[in-house]
């Protein structure tokens, strides 16, 4: 048997479901080949964990007393509607019979629009109604303004559209500069708030609920989100950063370099058609033109950062190659497989290998197909990392 062959039959083997033959053969098989062995360690390993999990769990009483609320409510609320029903029906019969005595046993065909033309009225309603609350909707949420947005100084100076100013708003088309080593926070009504620093410069293009962006100049960029659809958007020298759901920080050195560093959420980075998903953690340099680097954890080692930095300026550079797989651990997952994009083909093998020790690809990802960059391989792959990360 080939390893797709084992890979396929490998859930049935650890639980114990092929017979002798097939056993023996995928047994055989495991005993030689690293990679089907670490698919059944990784087995092996979930299951340890998911024994350990409790098998019952326990529901606070306030849960249980609301439901038990809701359960009695709907059964009163069925037995007043079944009788207001047959009260309704009794009085139905009762004036039937008692226009039958009278000769009125038949609606008219007046009679008959009238009650027609009652239901297509509370149709109509019911519909104008719903078309009013969904363009409430569309106007409060989602082409709503989130400016001006509020500045709190805290006393520092700054200056808006270029002259030192005391206003107390920004909106959109103002830029914003905070001076030296002052701190300002611009707060975004019911999305988040911004402090800048270190000089920081900025324009201010749009302040909607759909979208708030800026384009960063210089300094230091803080985004701390308040509510879950938040979202920010920064231009710089031509890259997108895109911030749903997350908080981040952006801070431009002297020499144009900005760092980005994602700290809760994913951090969408877009230049042209290259895409990177900036994961909780990492952080990623911008070149001056704008160029996307190669992303690196918070807590990677000087030695690993300054070998990134070497291969970066010359992939062809197989000493700081060694040096970066050398010093790279399992939260460097994200910086192995940006990698083996970045690399020669001749390099992509032992990057692969490397970060297959930390983890290996999901059954329906092969080898080939990450050598050969593989789009949707590694999406796939980097989604079986991310919950393990």
Same mark, same amino acid.
């Given at each position: 048997m080939n390893c797709d062959e084992i890979r396929s039959k490998i859930d049935d083997y650890f639980d114990g479901l092929l017979n002798p033959d097939e056993s023996g053969s995928v047994r055989q098989h495991i005993e030689f080949c690293p990679e089907c062995k670490s698919k059944l360690k990784l087995l092996q390993s979930l299951s340890e964990e998911l024994k350990g999990l409790p098998l019952e769990?326990?529901?606070?009483?306030?849960?249980?007393?609301?439901?038990?609320?809701?359960?009695?409510?709907?059964?009163?609320?069925?037995?007043?509607?079944?009788?207001?029903?047959?009260?309704?029906?009794?009085?139905?019969?009762?004036?039937?019979?008692?226009d039958s005595a009278s000769g009125r046993g038949k609606k008219s065909k007046d009679d008959r629009n009238i009650g027609k033309g009652d239901s297509e009225f509370k149709m109509l309603y019911a519909g104008s109604i719903a078309i009013i609350f969904a363009l409430i909707y569309y106007f409060t949420f989602i082409t709503g303004n989130t400016g001006p947005w509020n500045i709190n100084s805290q006393r520092a100076a700054y200056k808006v559209n270029?002259?030192?100013?005391?206003?107390?708003?920004?909106?959109? +088309?103002?830029?914003?500069?905070?001076? +030296?080593?002052?701190?300002?926070?611009?707060?975004?009504?019911?999305? +988040?708030?911004?402090?800048?620093?270190?000089?920081?410069?900025?324009?201010?293009?749009?302040?909607?609920?759909?979208?708030?962006?800026?384009?960063?100049?210089? +300094?230091?960029?803080?985004?701390?989100l308040q509510k879950e659809e938040a979202n920010m958007h920064i231009k710089y020298s031509g890259t997108s950063i895109m911030a749903a759901r997350n908080n981040f920080v952006c801070e431009v050195d002297p020499n144009g370099y900005l760092t980005i560093s994602s700290q809760t959420g994913t951090t969408v980075i877009k230049r042209n058609s290259e895409i990177l998903n900036l994961a909780a953690d990492y952080l990623c340099k911008l070149s001056p033109d704008g160029s996307i680097g190669i992303p690196y954890h918070n807590s990677a080692s000087n030695k690993l950062k300054s070998a990134l930095s070497e291969y970066e300026a010359?992939?062809?550079?197989?000493?700081?190659?060694?040096?970066?797989?050398?010093?790279?651990?399992?939260?460097?997952?994200?910086?192995?497989?940006?990698?083996?994009?970045?690399?020669?083909?001749?390099?992509?093998?032992?990057?692969?290998?490397?970060?297959?020790?930390?983890?290996?690809?999901p059954l329906d990802v092969t080898r080939l197909s990450i050598l050969n960059l593989n789009e949707e391989a590694f999406i796939k792959w980097w989604k079986e990392i991310e919950w393990q990360l």
């Open positions: 769990f326990e529901p606070p009483k306030s849960v249980i007393k609301e439901i038990t609320d809701a359960l009695l409510y709907g059964k009163r609320e069925e037995e007043l509607e079944k009788k207001a029903k047959e009260k309704k029906e009794d009085s139905l019969k009762k004036q039937k019979r008692k270029g002259i030192t100013s005391t206003a107390k708003s920004v909106d959109a +088309g103002d830029t914003f500069e905070v001076p +030296g080593k002052d701190s300002v926070k611009l707060v975004i009504p019911d999305i +988040g708030s911004i402090i800048l620093s270190n000089s920081a410069s900025i324009k201010i293009d749009e302040t909607s609920k759909s979208n708030n962006q800026v384009t960063l100049k210089s +300094g230091r960029f803080s985004f701390t010359n992939i062809q550079n197989y000493e700081a190659l060694t040096v970066i797989l050398v010093e790279a651990n399992s939260s460097d997952a994200l910086t192995l497989l940006r990698l083996i994009k970045r690399s020669a083909p001749a390099n992509r093998e032992m990057i692969y290998q490397k970060l297959y020790l930390f983890f290996p690809p």
